[in-house]
């Protein structure tokens, strides 16, 4: 029996360079970033900070650095940081908000939809100043769009009342964009009106945009600056960085062709649900599903060639530009010939 071609919907990072890409990559202008700066990753700095209304911003290796970046930042040891439940700075970078970052993290309850807290909320978990002995809360970390919540996205509208209750409560504001190009398609916005007031952010390139690595962190020019610093602490030295930023720059071409990964999501949804599956409906690329076991589940979708992943206790498929209309057309038909079976 020939085995079926797997059809990849584990994450949006398993996207792999195309020919336009890699052509881009080999005939990237670099220098050595360490010791000055690189041109073509600096081109990208300053596109990506234009784009999302920032003063300046750092390539980094990852998502995750660039977050603990930001958070070392703006933490003293011992500070107190709020964050929504199950966000990614909380459960999905080893601790080192707490560990490298020394903040002790607060998670608030989803109150306001999926993957949000409201602004009442965070006002009384800010709380007002105490004595000495008691904890300085300094920092909201926001997520949009939120990954454990299935992608969901935060308006602007939204966010700016989120934004306006931190700043009356005398806290910064990191903003956790890995996928915030997904959001901004999804809400026909411009990436900038979701960065609204808020001190520091960080957007993926190597996700739904397809690089092969890679993130930028962004904020004042003052923060850039320190930013790099700790970058090199955390041995983030990119040397010719360019040939990786050029993948990037190729990348942010594509910002419109995420409308194709949630249009492919809400058709799986649709055929999921059809087919008797507990889905929610996505806002984005990211769809969960409940089912009784999901070890049980994703070893079935790999029996019939459809990869998947676990995430907050129910099954993630994820769309990307490496899975077409056809693939999710093919995925519904294994499912549908699997139970008919």
Known sequence: MTALAPIDLRSDTVTRPDQRMRAAMAAAEVDDDVLGRDPTMRALEERVAD?????????????????????????????????????HVLGNELGTPAWLAGGLPEALPWDGGPGRSTAATIRTAAGQAGPYYTLHTTLLCLENTHNSAGGAVTPPEEHCQLVAAAKDCGLAVHLDGARIWNASVALGVPPAALTVGVQTAQACL??????PVGSVVAGSVEFTAEARRLRKMLGGGVRQGGVLAAAGLVALDRMDELAADHENAAALAGGLAELGWQVTTPATNILLASVPDVSVALDQLTDMGVLAGGMAGQVRFVTHRDVSAADITEVLRRLKSRASA
């Open 206 to 211: 190597s996700k739904g945009l397809g690089a």
């Open 51 to 87: 784009l999302l209304g920032m003063a300046d911003a750092l390539w980094v290796p990852s998502g995750s650095m660039g977050n603990l970046i930001a958070l070392m930042s703006h933490l003293q040891r011992g500070d107190r940081f709020l964050a929504s439940s199950q966000a």
